[in-house]
């Protein structure tokens, strides 16, 4: 399960390119396309906007995004 | 104790592919089948539904998710 | 007193198999069977039981439970 | 994804001399010119400005600011 | 001041097996025979007690203790 | 842009001997000489005053500091 | 400005016997002799006197005390 196939990153990788939802500690939820990762889950999301936590509305588009890892606390890969 | 069959980690190894449910720091409860981790607790669940932390009924369903690991409390094998 | 015998992890190993109170930091006391640990202090508590702070009382059951390492606050060896 | 050219680091790096915005964990949002940053997201802005998180309105000029890595929650590249 | 004889965690080994008087971050006091630590501040407290803050009195015995190290605020060797 | 001589350390290094205002976490605002750093942002001021947030008046001097880095927010090399 | 003569932790050094004021982050004001300290911060005063932050009057004498690195805030060398 630690493998290089098989682990955790693997998953965010098969998501390259596409979108996905990024919850952030602080309760942020930015929707973009994936486009840049690594090993501390430092994410680069392109077209990113940022979206209300219940409604899932859109607050405001913030174009390319490079977000610190340590914030991050899931990633939807797939609603 | 600490040796690979018997540390922590290889409780975990056994739930693979069973159903766990997934405690953060923040209080938000998260059930779905394991599906990989590392050492670091990069969890990622598929069929990953979010739960009331007292009533235990489904809020919302969020797929397949990775979740970062230093946000996990602790992780439910068996209930 | 840091050598392998003496170091304070030589006591939690001494109380493998028997019953230890994991207190959270946030407050969440967890008693069960000390099954697993490792230097990280990820823990496996066997037929574990969350109780309340004060009364003691047993608020419900949780099973086998993983707990990560870095949420401990400390553990009662024997009461 | 994790190569040299492609990973996170590497859209810092083609902002490198333009303006960026810079949100921190405490909500404090900075706009500025990337001037220089390091591995851990050590941050040098040029005419940087404080402003205002909801109206965007500049709040006051700060000049050459060095920013620790830690306190950065994401940075927009791109409005 | 950093050699092995001098250092902070001398001063912790000269209290060995005497009473000390633990603060935690969140504010808790244990006070208890040092039975053992580690470079991460890792405590083993035997005969420890909870006491209060302000009166010093004691609130209640919690036995033999291990201490996650990170939870330590500061240690009163004596008083 | 992360060589020793372009990383955003060179640009503390430059401040050296000169006046800078480091604001920490936890909102205090010290102004001073920087006399001393290291890669930690480990940092020792002198003539320290410490200095309202909003007034810029100066609160009280508290002279020779050594302020430890991980509690710094950002340094303001040239108001 | 890093090497051993010169950095932050040299200052430190030449206040050794000396009494100094050890600000901790969560607001407590420490004052004591500065007997022992080491790279982390862990620091060991002697005489050591817990002080109002405002009035600067001594609230209660803690005798020796080790003080845990991660918790230092700054430390006031000479005021």
Excluded: W
Aim: proline content about 1%.
């Amino acid at each position: 399960m630690q493998g290089g196939g098989q682990g955790p990153l693997s998953y965010l990788r098969r998501s390259h390119g596409g979108e996905v939802v990024v919850r952030l500690k602080n309760g942020i939820e930015l929707v973009g396309r994936l486009t840049s990762f690594d090993d501390m889950m430092n994410i680069v999301l392109e077209d990113a906007k940022e979206r209300d936590l219940r409604t899932k509305e859109i607050v405001r588009s913030v174009g390319t995004l490079f977000i610190r890892g340590n914030n991050v606390l899931f990633i939807t890969l797939e609603e």
